[in-house]
């Protein structure tokens, strides 16, 4: 089910390539993509707003669907909003493949969209409620690794339809219908999570549910902290009003900026570049094959890493590494872009394959940490009353940046050519410094006892209320002794 919702996210680009050759929707990027042979024009082939604004234009739809898909998922459970998410996409994938006119295809990428906001909502929620602790986090990863050869598989259906005159691209779009019905029917025959069925007034059910997962009758301990935090998520009334909330703010500034930071990592640029890469390789019309063949083993490969090591090594490791190979990689990127290409200059293919390695060194920086972790430690970190609000949140700041990046990367791009890679590098040295300050470690830790490692933690305990038996603790050190 997780394979369709990457193919869905990757067919973007190239969906776009072959309709600009067949329907001509973008003529001025059609002509500068083809008779403008220029070295700085590969900086600005695909720069027009209008494509761009038709590109994000997804995500946006699952924006604003992800913040319905927080209170279905509340309500009616998270195995809803994953069948929920099915249909839309059953939809798009229809009104897409057979789209006669701008208008179709637009109404189908947002009905794409609103499955996306349905799917990131439910889909980390699910893993992470059903995972046991000490294996959480790699069962979580399994999310990205879905994504990455969704993307993998994607790339590849494009590129066997490109050359299929007139209708390659109907095919293309097309095909996500089969993974959309598997989702879908799919969907139907899996189980909810205990802590849904228990919050939702289901109790003998959703321990059934928990006892079948766990494999054992002895889950009394575990039971009883889901009824506990049930009981608690039923007198809030407003969720989102309620996370707000001072006890809420790290997990508020956590669901803000592991998504935002995920998207700034640049990966979308180096994903963007590779192709004009590969053809001074002197690939040339192989290009794309060859630059998706590699970065979507990359991106496999490193995703294995990190479902192997993210519950041995932790989350704040595969960041913290993951951070500091990606820096010297968009550096390096920049450097070597910088000297060797633009203007008259033309990359040899002595520079290109050191740059294709560094290309390659990012993508598996990012396929082990920010790529799966930027979705994983947002998912399971907030108590169940605010877990579907808190999702939200993620999902919608998720989407907003992607759209944001997706509107003027291309435009970026233009202006700042090999600067653009500078400007991600900078970012990527913020968020690397805001994990090692800010975020604790929550490899093995079950989801209903996170509160803890927030008021342990050496700035978060200061504004992280300390509560036992319903009375605020004033003494901050005596509630350190007592959770330690």
């Given amino acids: 089910m997780l394979f369709l919702h990457a193919w869905l996210l990757r067919l973007g680009v190239p969906f776009l390539a072959m309709i600009l050759v067949y329907l001509k929707f973008f003529p001025a990027v059609y002509h500068r993509k ?24 997804l995500y946006v739809a699952g924006l604003v669907a992800s913040v319905g898909a927080s209170h279905v998922t509340r309500r009616y459970g998270r195995k809803v909003s994953i069948v929920s998410g099915g249909i839309c996409f059953l939809v798009g994938a229809a009104l897409n493949a057979g789209a006669q006119n701008l208008s179709m295809l637009i109404i189908g990428r947002i009905m794409l969209g609103v499955g996306i906001g349905f799917a990131n909502q439910a889909v980390p929620l699910y893993l992470s409620e059903l995972a046991p602790p000490q294996i959480r986090g790699g069962l979580n990863i399994m999310f990205q690794l879905a994504t990455t050869l969704g993307i993998f598989s994607a790339n590849m259906v494009n590129y066997g339809t490109q ?26 025959f899996l189980p909810d999570t205990p802590n849904s069925l228990i919050e939702r007034g289901h109790l003998d059910k959703g321990r059934a549910v928990l006892e079948k997962i766990r494999g054992t009758r002895n889950v009394e301990a ?25 006890r809420n703010r790290p997990q508020l500034v956590m669901a803000i900026s592991m998504p935002m930071f995920q998207i700034l990592t640049g990966i979308n640029s180096i994903l963007f570049y590779a192709p004009v890469l590969f053809g001074s390789l002197g690939f040339r019309a192989n290009a794309s094959l060859y630059s998706s063949v590699m970065t979507g083993a990359v991106l496999v490969a490193s995703t294995l890493v990190s479902i192997a090591t993210v519950d041995k090594w932790g989350r704040r490791a595969l960041l913290l590494s993951g951070g500091i190979q990606m820096i010297v990689s968009q550096v390096s990127v920049a450097i070597i872009l910088g000297l060797k290409f633009g203007g008259d200059k ?75 890679f500078l400007f991600f590098a900078g970012w990527i040295c913020i968020m690397t410094a805001f994990v090692y300050l800010f975020l604790p470690e929550t490899k093995g830790v079950p989801i209903e006892e996170m509160i803890f490692q927030w008021r342990k933690h050496w700035f978060w305990k200061k504004i992280v209320p300390c509560v036992e038996e319903g009375h605020q603790m004033e003494n901050y050190q005596n509630c350190n002794s007592l959770i330690k």
């Avoid at 042979?37 to 590109?55: R, V």
């Avoid at 049930?230 to 996370?243: V, Y």
């Fill in 34 to 57: 083809h008779y403008e042979n220029d070295h700085d024009s590969n900086y600005c082939k695909y720069n027009n707003q209008g494509l761009a604004m038709f590109t994000s234009s």
């Fill in 163 to 188: 050359h299929l005159e007139t209708w390659g691209w109907r095919l293309s779009l097309g095909l996500a219908a089969g993974p959309a019905l598997l989702m879908t029917v799919g969907g139907m």
């Fill in 222 to 246: 575990e039971y009883e902290d889901m009824v506990d935090a049930a009981a608690l998520a039923k007198s809030i009334r407003h969720p989102f009003r309620n996370i707000l909330e001072r």
């Fill in 346 to 420: 033309v990359l040899s293919k002595g520079f290109s394959a050191l740059l294709v390695a560094t290309f390659c060194l990012f993508v598996a920086a990012f396929g082990w940490s920010w790529g799966p972790l930027g979705w994983t430690v947002p998912s399971e970190i907030f108590p169940l009353e605010t877990r579907s609000a808190g999702q939200a949140i993620t999902v919608s700041v998720n989407l907003l940046f992607t759209f944001a990046i997706a509107q003027v990367f291309l435009s970026l791009l233009c202006t700042f050519r090999y600067g653009i």
